[in-house]
């Protein structure tokens, strides 16, 4: 049963990252992985007044040859996590805004090696809560985010 209020979205779906400047990342949409993880090429932790920030970079899209973006934010915490092999890493997790279907949220995501996975991100449940509902025979169901738009928002003169 979909709870009134709820956004329906297919089993993956486009996703931004504003905060971060990722303007679209696919990602999978994962009901049975507690947090979300994102994949990171480079990861670089530094100190900054007495809080660690995370220096790393992302290749939005997945593929091999797109741009890599770089981004930055403060750790939030540093924990073990059990992927779905049952192998235990320790990975840094970082606070910020995801936005999907024109829904934005506040979550915590985790910085990890998913080079071998087909998305570059996993939305976990934790992301998800009461907000969305997953219709796993749906795929890209709220679509790609306009990046042409976000561009030009970013820079009028463009």
């Known amino acids: 049963m ?25 990602a999978k949409i994962d009901t049975g992985a507690r947090t979300s993880a994102l ?23 997945g593929r091999k040859h797109a741009p890599r973006i770089e981004c930055a934010a403060p750790a939030i915490a540093r924990r073990t996590v059990t992927d779905s ?13 995801v936005e999907l279907g024109g829904t934005g ?20 449940r934790s992301a998800l809560s009461d907000r969305f ?10 679509g790609r985010p306009n990046l042409r738009k976000k561009a030009l928002d970013a820079n009028p003169h463009g």
């Open 2 to 26: 979909i709870e009134s209020g709820s956004l329906l979205v297919g089993w993956r779906e486009w996703l931004v990252l504003p905060e971060l400047g990722i303007p679209a990342i696919k």
């Open 39 to 61: 994949h990171v090429d480079t990861l670089e932790v530094e100190e900054r007044d007495g809080v660690t920030w995370l220096r790393f970079s992302v290749t939005a899209t």
């Open 85 to 97: 092999g049952g192998h235990e890493t320790l990975r840094w997790f970082i606070r910020t805004r």
């Open 105 to 124: 949220v506040d979550i915590e995501i985790n910085l990890t090696d998913r080079r071998n996975m087909l998305f570059p991100m996993l939305l976990g």
């Open 133 to 142: 509902a997953v219709a796993p025979g749906l795929s890209y169901r709220l």
